[in-house]
């Protein structure tokens, strides 16, 4: 396999990278917050989504009659890594998860009404799967609909948890239980409803890594037929083909390089009982396996684009291979971090004068998230499991 990347997307990152130096701000790039940086959760993220639209960005691989470009997956990872790089937004759920799914299964007026505010980066988008009983098990939701056919409309009853961007969002992509007789595979469906709907009630939830995400509660919420996305009962595939999506652009691989490079140059710098602690072996092992794993992470990531660039649906063992390894891997490296610096890794993360201006306790706290985030580690274990070696379920 050839990993390099040809002249014209090496000036396709260069251009990136221009308009990244031009229009940097702050309050919009911040890699202290690791993969949650990639939300768009304030005005000057917005602001900055919407210059990123104008250069034409938020469509890269759809079809032209819907406003895309019918360019490769390539260039959507090239500007994903380049603004994760930097603790960025990225294109995310409105271009990824929602968009696409709605341009393979959606109706034409969900095409027409949602498909352009995506392109023009007019709306946000929460996704709600998990639930208080089946949190990386998307199968298992027991969020009631039920059908109301005089009105023609579904009732919703019940609850999601871990909602991200709930209390920001314009509208909630959720998946929820239309058929309770069905095999909880082939019952759900997804449904797509405004943030604002008066039956709705968002109570935030504040993580280990000082963000919040969100209990969503469902009282008589009432969605019309129009706004259910693909066929009924499909949900649950539709939802696979999209956590694909997710598991590769969610954790990107830059952000893991930029940490592990801080951490050897505080190696580089640091000496401990006076020596250089360069030379200490057990940490030059350490820093040899992290070196040879985070090249490792970046290489499965490059197979799995390889291969989603061949067509049709992402490839999900390898999705699941990527995201397993990554996020694994990131958390070893934070351990080591705190491991290698000792005591002084405990400072806040953004204390001046503190070891990688305490990028280690924060990375620390983080990334137990990301083995979480867009289904456990044991899920895409049991994933690997059974679709690429062939386990059966019960082993």
């Given at each position: ?247 590769f652009t969610m954790f990107t691989y830059s952000p893991i ?139």
């Amino acid at each position: 396999m050839d990993f390099a990347f040809t002249p014209e997307q090496q000036a396709f990152l260069a251009e990136v990278e221009e308009f990244l130096d031009s229009n940097y701000d702050p309050e919009v790039f911040d890699p202290t917050r690791e993969n949650m940086a990639q939300i768009v959760d304030t005005p000057e993220r917005r602001a900055f989504m919407k210059k990123m639209s104008a250069h034409g960005w938020f469509g890269i691989t759809w079809p032209k009659e819907h406003g895309g470009q019918e360019g490769d997956g390539v260039y959507e990872y090239l500007l994903n890594e380049a603004l994760a790089a930097r603790g960025g937004p990225q294109i995310g759920k409105g271009v990824g998860i929602v968009g696409k799914t709605i341009l393979r299964h959606g109706s034409d007026k969900l095409k027409a009404e949602f498909l352009p505010k995506i392109l023009n980066a007019e709306i946000e988008f929460a996704v709600g799967y998990s639930e208080p009983s089946a949190g990386s098990d998307a199968a298992s939701m027991q969020l009631k609909a039920v059908y109301d056919e005089a009105n023609d409309e579904w009732i919703l009853n019940g609850q999601k948890i871990w909602t991200t961007s709930a209390h920001f969002a314009d509208w909630y992509w959720v998946g929820a239980r239309t058929d309770p007789d069905a095999p909880k595979h082939a019952g759900i469906t997804l449904f797509l409803i405004p943030m604002n709907h008066p039956g709705l009630t968002i109570q935030g939830i504040w993580t280990m890594g000082d963000e919040r995400t969100n209990s969503v509660f469902f009282d008589d919420v009432r969605v019309s037929s129009d706004y259910v996305v693909g066929e009924l009962g499909r949900g649950f595939q539709y939802i696979s083909e999209a956590l694909d999506l997710e598991r590769f652009t969610m954790f990107t691989y830059s952000p893991i390089k930029a940490r592990l490079e801080l951490l050897i140059d505080y190696v580089k710098n640091a000496t401990r009982d006076g020596q250089p602690l360069k030379d200490d072996p057990i940490v030059r092992q350490q820093i040899a396996e992290l070196v040879t794993k985070a090249e490792i992470a970046r290489v499965i990531g490059l197979r799995f684009l390889a291969k989603s660039l061949k067509g049709g649906a992402a490839p999900t063992s390898e999705a699941s291979e990527y995201k397993l390894f990554a996020t694994e891997f990131s958390k070893q490296l934070a351990n080591a971090s705190m491991d290698i610096i000792g005591p002084g890794a405990q400072v806040r993360v953004g204390t001046e004068d503190a070891p990688m201006k305490g990028r280690a306790e924060s990375t620390y706290r983080y990334t137990v998230l990301d083995t979480i985030g867009g289904g456990t580690s044991e899920v895409q274990k049991n994933i690997i499991a059974r679709r690429k070696l062939g386990l059966p379920k019960n082993f």
